[in-house]
């Protein structure tokens, strides 16, 4: 990937406080790389050694050098003075300082995207977008807390022009930091759910957290926020400036007009701008995604992309596994969307699987980190479940009890199949399905779904 501009050892023990310890001559060359995972060294590059619950990094500097790092950044004193390394009080904040000075050695521009669901697609859609274009750096998987966002900026290279840079959060102050670090020049806010209600209380709490990033947004930022959310609609000015809002109605900067379902084949709109009107494809279903595609028009536009580009990068769109993916199987088309969920993803994925043709299954489990109100929330959620004539719901796990019950409530006819376990249902699951079902498959990362996939593929 070549050097990493101004990243000396001697440089950055400056930038981070630390004592440099080694070669004079090696301690002024650029490093090539800088990770936090020995394995993925590379020769030139920087280890630095963080201290997990579990492991001390420390405990691999010898196999980096191995590897070919030329310095090691640790909280230990150097066991060999011969090979350059850094001292430092805290990895982790080095690791920070580190990145918020290596964000301002390129003139890149910086996307920050957060919010309560969707900001790995909202930034696939935006990547897919904006590289039309220009040169564009993504965060890569969900590499996007504290440890993440420094890692997504260290990539940063000579060639890029943007980079999109994923923020998530489920505390107060976390943002602030994180924002401090990115300093981005635009920000993207999908929505405000119910995620992370146990630290941030409720959606108020939630909306005060996701807008720490106005914080670090250049004075010159731009904001666009979703204007079909009820707490981002209340943001009247970022910056002395009026944020850009994208959604449904004519009150947004885009909206969308004469929208047509395909079901999982996605959906076709005209996408209305300032001044022009496109036709654009999503390749993905759901009301949501035509949400996602609005917020990168919005931005691709502010960024000069032409109409033909805007609507190429969204038809060229793929969602990342476990985030809405359609896999085609013998048997079934599965939504596979098990990465994570709470009430207004869940409803959302709800809604695709009803527009569809044919015999449909829901696969739903538990959702986390909702706090006080989970149980209500589960049969809130059940309750809805039960009016979109899916032909089976399978619930599976301790919560989803509740939508058990939320189901039978309000429709006390749906075909229901209730398990408290993964392991259950999936010994009983092939009985069930039908060839040619279209299935949701949904629940929070920690309830693994991806098992439920992974065995619906092979039969």
Known sequence: MGRMKGMTPQKLAEVCGGIYTGPEDLGTQEITCLVTDHRQMEPGGM????????????????????????????????????????????????????????????????????????????????????????????????????????????????????????????????????????????????????CHLEQLGDLDGVLRAKTEIFEGLSDQGTAYLNGDDEKLITVQEVHGRKPVFFGSGQRNMVYPMHMVSHGLAGTEFELVAPDQTFSVRVPVPGRHMVTNALAAAAVGLDLGLSAEEIAEGIASFRPVDGHSSILETKRFSIMDDCYNANPVSMKAGLDVLAQVAGRKVAIIGDMFELGAQEQEMHYDTGVYAAGKGIDLIVAIGDLAKQYEAGIRSANPTQNLRYFATKEEALEQLQGFMETGDSVLVKASHGMHFEKIVAFLQEL
């Open 47 to 194: 280890f630095v050694a963080i201290r997990g619950e579990r492991v001390d990094g420390s405990r691999f500097i010898p196999s980096a050098y191995e590897s070919g790092a030329l310095c090691c950044l640790s909280e230990n004193a150097p066991e060999d003075r011969t090979k350059p390394q850094i001292q430092v009080a805290s990895c982790l904040q080095a690791l920070k300082e580190m990145a918020a000075y290596y964000r301002m050695q390129y003139p890149v521009k910086v996307i920050g995207i957060t919010g309560s669901v969707g900001k790995t697609t909202t930034k696939e859609m935006l990547a897919s977008v904006l590289s039309q274009k220009y040169s564009t750096l993504k965060t890569q998987g969900n590499f996007n807390n504290e440890i993440g966002v420094p890692l997504t900026l260290f990539r940063l290279r000579e060639e890029h022009e943007i980079a999109i840079v994923e923020m998530g959060i489920s505390d107060f102050g976390e943002m602030s930091r994180l924002t401090a670090i990115a300093k981005p020049d635009l920000c993207v806010i999908t929505n405000i759910g119910q």
